[in-house]
């Protein structure tokens, strides 16, 4: 079965950081895409970063390239795949609750489907919220 559960969310204000972190397991990490989608009250959900289990390369869209980032390790007991998000200069508009995907497939993480294709991911975790203040 699969598993995605975020921690990391809080409130902070605008220019501060935050990491957020998924533990993925019961899937074979290589076979799949997983990244992570935000949903901002009253807005379409909007993949934001995403990273490719067969070969580590990255995507990241328009509005967060440059200050988020996506990477990948092994938990300490080999049981999980960790993959975080460092989120750097937030702004208000990043408000949003944050959610783990995966699909599988590890072609779905391009700039052509992860942006927009939110409703195709396979697997989610249940979010957690970052607040940002002004």
């Known amino acids: 079965e699969v598993q995605l559960v975020e921690s990391g969310g809080g409130l902070v204000q605008a220019g501060g950081s935050l990491r957020l972190s998924c533990a993925a397991s019961?899937?074979?990490?290589?076979?799949?895409?997983i990244g992570w989608f935000r949903q901002a009250p009253g807005k379409d959900p909007e993949g934001i970063a995403c990273?490719?289990?067969?070969?580590?390369?990255?995507?990241?869209?328009?509005s967060v390239k440059g200050r988020f980032t996506i990477a990948s390790a092994i938990s300490d007991d080999n049981t999980k795949t960790l993959v975080s998000l460092q989120m750097n200069s937030l702004k208000p508009e990043d408000t949003a609750v944050y959610h783990c995907?995966?699909?599988?497939?590890?072609?779905?993480?391009?700039?052509?489907?992860?942006?927009?294709?939110?409703?195709?991911?396979?697997?989610r975790g249940q979010g957690t919220q970052v607040a940002v203040s002004s």
């Open positions: 990273i490719k289990g067969s070969d580590g390369s990255t995507y990241h869209t328009d």
């Open positions: 995907a995966a699909v599988w497939g590890p072609y779905y993480c391009s700039e052509k489907i992860w942006p927009s294709r939110v409703s195709w991911f396979d697997h």
């Open positions: 019961g899937f074979k990490f290589d076979d799949y895409a």
